[in-house]
């Protein structure tokens, strides 16, 4: 039979309040004496409930403008003894403590205030102490203290105390759980804060913690479990976005959209731009004067491996856009914002996911990825690199027209989303041929060459989409044959980091094949 722990009395002291009087009644009028401090008590108070002070408890006055208010033996004591251990119970008598059954605690608001932009002093103040020292010495002690942090718990909470009079271990154990979840992800926004502040980018040590936003059906593969948890930034994307409707957004779907959505801020908000992505990689990519046209050149690059895409947009989806997307088989649509005529054509796909972001991100902001390890994980800075027209250095005889310039800027910052070895080719800003992730960079740019015939002879063409396109390499050409592949499938100007030991000599290879080339310095691997 389950043993049930008795809840006489709970110590109520909360920053969020939300839920709270509610759940304060419920546990009153079971008999639950509570206890609270400052604005937490005078709520309480006001919803017509019987609250003591904590300082009443301890006898001592809340004083240093709050910081010290629950560091105090009558409350540690309260919440750290063992209930059959009789020494304790001797120390108790002794000193006058009283067991505290029920610790419910939620912390100052630490993230949203550094979230909120508020300066050094502010956020320093905004580091709870009490709050986390409480709830560490109630979860120690789970087996006679339920500790709550989260008030999504009350009604768990409540519900069983209402039954039974009290909690059982089980439960306890599980909100202990919860409880150091909670205080963990805490330090872990403290000492993330801290490091950015001090500019220690890497520090000795790392903390990385996250809220569940959603337990998924299964991760990469059927056998495989997942769940999606967000981090408290505040960036625009999948995380933020609100799902307008459609089935639930699976592992792959979450995974495909945010590289889809993060490819299209690369690009930028001036010019209606779509990209279509299929297991991360784009299929094809395009701005134009209307989003109608985009998405029309976006899907001319690969028609085929965009079935059961997803498609990212840079402006609002309007009607007509909408229309031609339902044409074909989506995953799922992400998009700042949706027009109402765009949903109710969407709506006849009842299973396609459709996002409203609310905005588009910065590509350049600042931000760390991280990719696990057989013990250990890397971290970096996330790739915010960009390059424009002025950064570029021309090192052939040729240089590009302003037509080819302005295609290079485009293919390269494509080519950035493309999984390495990456080449694409772009004419008028539109993708019109993508490889993507060959071991062999000659590969990428054949592949892609190869579906430039074959989207040619969908729409009906009678020479490959990438005569007379620009083309964009990852990273630098090692030979010459990488470059001569990419003219012999009809590009005539080439943008690449450069710093290969045989620049030279793939630089002659442009100049003799009449090709245009421009250096970045920059270069964008993506494994």
Known sequence: MTTVTPVRRALLSVSDKSGLEAFAKRLAAKGVELVSTGGTATMLRSAGLNVRDVSELTGFPEMMDGRVKTLHPKVHGGLLALRDNAEHLDAMKAHDIAPIDLLVVNLYPFEKTVAAGADYETCVENIDIGGPAMIRAAAKNHGGVGVVTDPDDYELVAAEIETTGGLTLETKKRLAAGAYARTAAYDAAISTWFAAEIGDTFPRRFAIAGARAQTLRYGENPHQEAAFYTSGAERCGVATARQLQGK????????????????IAELGVKKPTVAIIKHANPCGVASAATMSEAYDLALRCDPVSAFGGIIALNQRLDAKTAEKIAAIFSEVIIAPEVDDEALAV??????????AAGGVPDPAAKGLVMRPLAGGFLLQSRDGGRIDESALKVVTKRAPSGDEMRDLVFAFRVAKHVKSNAIVYVKGEATVGIGAGQMSRVDSSRIAAHKSADAAKTAGLSEPLAKGSVVASDAFFPFADGLLAAADAGATAIIQPGGSMRDDEVIAAADEAGLAMVFTGMRHFRH
């Open 248 to 263: 639930e957004l699976s592992y792959n779907n979450l995974n495909d959209t945010d590289a889809a959505f993060e490819l």
């Open 346 to 355: 969407l709506k006849a796909k009842k299973n396609l996911r459709v996002l």
